[in-house]
């Protein structure tokens, strides 16, 4: 018995020096990797539709055109796309997918977010108004690019870059109905604008902590003055690609410009 205890002994201890030897030394634990900082962030556009120096009012509010012609709104639509920030020191970032369909009718849709923008100071913004050849020529698509968003002439196969319709006293179509459809891609009477509303001193910052918010005025009146002031009782109707709807474009290249930016 007493032996029978001792060599139960001996290969208790033999057990427990091997588990002794089988566990891990502390300074050899895996060194957790850490997390790289981030290098990017986001930066906010805020498109705000005016007519002059007053609020967009549909319908019931009046307004004066540079050639003394009275109107009213009630549908203001246009394209956003291909944007471009240009960075403090060289560098631009391009936003991928960048199709906006901007409806004045509905606030939210001026409210565009860019993701995963470098960090660091950017000094000024480009973008095209209206949709550009390639996608016009692309079929009918979705999103921002939807026929259903009623910015697509089927019978054409081409994107509306700009939707204006109202009412004007002096115009001489029925109703008085003014109806600015204006689009066209190519060739002597392409409407497609690129811009670039400057910053002036100012800078918008991104860093991981702060998004930076551009805000940027949508003048209406601009569709109608330099350098054409529109008659409204011999242009007021424009539902194809051609030298009106040019003009019209000519006139709205300048419409934006940058009011302030939040850092």
């Keep these: ?59 019931t509010q ?11 709104v009630s549908t203001f639509k246009y394209y956003i796309s291909n944007i471009v920030l240009t960075k403090s020191g060289g560098g631009t970032y391009t936003e991928s997918e960048s199709y906006h369909l901007i409806d004045a009718s509905d606030l939210a849709t001026g409210e565009i977010t860019l993701t995963n923008v470098p960090l660091g100071d950017y000094t000024g913004i480009s973008f095209m108004i209206g949709v550009d050849s390639l996608r016009n020529v692309s079929g009918a698509q979705t999103g921002a690019l939807d026929p259903a968003n ?23 179509a029925a109703a008085n109905a003014l109806l600015f459809h ?22 918008a910052s991104v860093t991981t902590s702060v998004t930076p918010e551009i805000h940027l005025k949508t003048d209406i009146l601009e569709l109608f003055t330099t350098p054409t002031n529109v008659d409204f009782s011999t242009l007021n109707t424009i539902h194809m690609p051609g030298a009106n709807a040019k003009t019209i474009a ?14």
């Design 1 to 59: 018995m007493k032996n029978s205890i001792k060599i139960l002994s001996a290969l208790f201890l033999i057990g427990a020096v091997s588990l002794s030897s089988c566990k891990k030394d502390p300074d050899e634990e895996p060194t957790p990797t850490p997390t790289p900082a981030a290098t990017t962030g986001s930066l906010a556009l805020h498109f705000e539709n005016m007519v002059g120096d007053s609020a967009l009012v549909f319908n």
């Design 62 to 72: 009046s307004y004066v055109t540079a050639n003394s012609d009275s109107f009213t």
């Design 150 to 172: 009623g910015m697509f002439w089927s019978w054409s196969s081409g994107y509306i870059m700009m939707k204006f319709e109202g009412n004007s006293p002096q115009s001489t």
């Design 182 to 203: 204006v689009g066209g891609f190519s060739g002597a009477n392409n409407t497609l604008k690129t811009v670039s509303p400057s910053f002036g001193v100012d800078v």
């Design 250 to 263: 000519d006139n709205y290249a300048d419409m934006f410009t940058v009011e302030h930016i939040h850092n």
